[in-house]
């Protein structure tokens, strides 16, 4: 178990720096289509990585941003700054996230806050867009 932790640590280091990254060009251009897939990405590995050692906490937020970042996909952009600082905060948590389980201690549950606020955003964002998630056209309120 101890070389998979370690393995995850790595890689999931790796991928939050990368998180990091994308998000500081999304601050620069909101419709940068290489950061938004590279989020998404990001987050969905660390969400598979995360849920085959356990680390349920992990799993759950990365697994929130990475359907976060499937809405962003689909309008093309981040909508706004607070969209971009509610990135940010997912970011951060996920990295004190790894760092605890870095520190080999126990993980609390995910922040209910901040998966519903980034619950909250998606939601939004496939009201606003008859394209949603899924393939399916989502009705939109008249």
């Known amino acids: 178990m101890a070389k998979y932790r370690r393995i995850f640590l790595e890689e999931a280091t790796d991928h939050l720096a990368e998180i990091s990254r994308a998000l500081l060009e999304l601050e620069k251009e ?34 929130r941003l990475e359907d976060r970042m ?17 990135l940010f ?6 990295e004190t996230m790894v760092q605890t389980v870095a520190n080999d201690d126990p993980l609390a549950p995910a922040d209910e806050g901040l998966l519903a606020e980034l619950a909250e955003a998606g939601d939004a964002l496939a009201a606003a867009s008859p394209e949603a998630v899924g393939g399916e056209p989502k009705k939109v309120p008249s």
């Not at 905060?89 to 996920?94: D, H, N």
Request: zero cysteines.
């Open 30 to 63: 909101m419709g940068n289509v290489e950061a938004i897939d590279t989020i998404f990405r990001m987050a969905h590995s660390i969400k598979s990585m995360a849920a085959s050692l356990g680390y349920d906490p992990v799993s759950e937020l990365s697994h």
């Open 70 to 86: 499937e809405g962003v996909r689909t309008s093309g952009r981040v909508r706004d700054p607070e969209e971009l600082s509610l």
């Open 89 to 94: 905060r997912g970011l951060e948590t996920l």
